[in-house]
């Protein structure tokens, strides 16, 4: 599986920004799919996953109610549409895949095998 990428941009807090990762693949629906972030000097954190059906869906406490995570397994594609952005969301925005991540490893980075390159999310105060 090979994932890339895109969607992010400059916007101003309390803006809307819609990412999107796209997959290689025809096993693209059998992965459990993520976003992770990763601000400057910080480290990788956990901020949405989806099963591999779409019905069931994991967030971060800190966008719950603000990010929503949705894949289209027919297109092969994850998204993540950000609203009310802050400006402590800025951060390099990472799409991952993993086939056989169980429940309790879903916030976990080193439990995806599979990672984009990154797209970044500036917002401004």
């Known amino acids: 599986v090979q994932l890339q990428a895109s969607g992010g941009g400059l916007v101003q807090a309390g803006g809307s920004l819609r990412l999107s990762c796209a997959a290689s693949?025809?096993?693209?629906?059998?992965?459990?799919m993520a976003w992770f972030r990763q601000a400057p000097g910080k480290e990788r954190e956990f901020v949405a996953a989806?099963?591999?059906?779409?019905?069931?869906?994991y967030y971060a406490d800190s966008v719950k109610g603000r990010f929503t995570i949705s894949r289209d397994n027919a297109k092969n594609m994850l998204y993540l549409q950000m609203n009310s952005l802050k400006p402590e969301d800025t951060a390099v925005y990472y799409c991952?895949?993993?086939?056989?991540?169980?429940?309790?490893?879903?916030?976990?980075?080193?439990?995806?095998?599979?990672w984009g390159q990154g797209t970044q999310v500036t917002v401004s105060s």
């Open positions: 989806v099963f591999r059906n779409g019905a069931h869906t």
């Open positions: 991952a895949a993993d086939f056989n991540l169980i429940q309790s490893s879903i916030p976990t980075s080193s439990g995806y095998h599979y």
């Open positions: 693949g025809s096993t693209f629906r059998n992965s459990v």
